[in-house]
């Protein structure tokens, strides 16, 4: 658990644990990918948007919002290379749309039972990761 803890809030003084801590970065790409992907997966089989009253009707609008979900899971998917081949200006992309998209989920009340709090966990990561960046641009 205190494992856990430290990956969530690092320690930042000395360059090993920042750097260390940047490597951490890339379950940002991993939690969009992941939950983008089972976005896909419940379209596909509940003709659906998870959390959303809408009910996609036809076989070409199911079709067409799969593969927009596909494409937007390409930009996660590359900005996480870009940070394990260690170009870490892409961590405040990843961070600050990770944010956005886990923030507007809890202010509109749009989750179900038990990720709330796996919502503000992921929020919480994400601004330690722009931390983590921001120690290692400006130290």
């Known amino acids: 658990m205190k494992k856990f803890f430290?990956?969530?809030w690092p320690a930042l003084n000395t360059k090993e644990e920042i750097s260390l801590a940047l490597k951490n970065?890339?379950?940002l790409g991993y939690i969009l990918i992941f939950s983008y992907s089972v976005t896909a997966l419940y379209v596909f089989l509940y003709n659906q948007i998870p959390f959303s009253?809408?009910?996609?009707?036809t076989n070409l609008e199911k079709i067409i919002t799969i593969i927009f979900i596909l494409i937007i899971i390409i930009i996660p998917f590359y900005l996480t290379r870009r940070i394990k081949s260690q170009k870490y200006n892409s961590i405040p992309?990843?961070?600050l749309w990770t944010l956005i998209e886990y923030g507007t989920k809890v202010l509109s009340f749009n989750f179900g039972p038990g990720s709330?709090?796996?919502s503000v966990v992921v929020m919480?990561?994400?601004i330690s990761c722009l931390r983590v960046w921001g120690a290692y641009?400006?130290?």
């Open 6 to 8: 430290k990956t969530l």
């Open 25 to 27: 970065s890339v379950g």
């Open 53 to 57: 009253r809408d009910v996609i009707t």
């Open 93 to 95: 992309v990843l961070a």
């Open 116 to 118: 709330l709090l796996i």
């Open 124 to 126: 919480i990561y994400s």
């Open 137 to 139: 641009k400006f130290k």
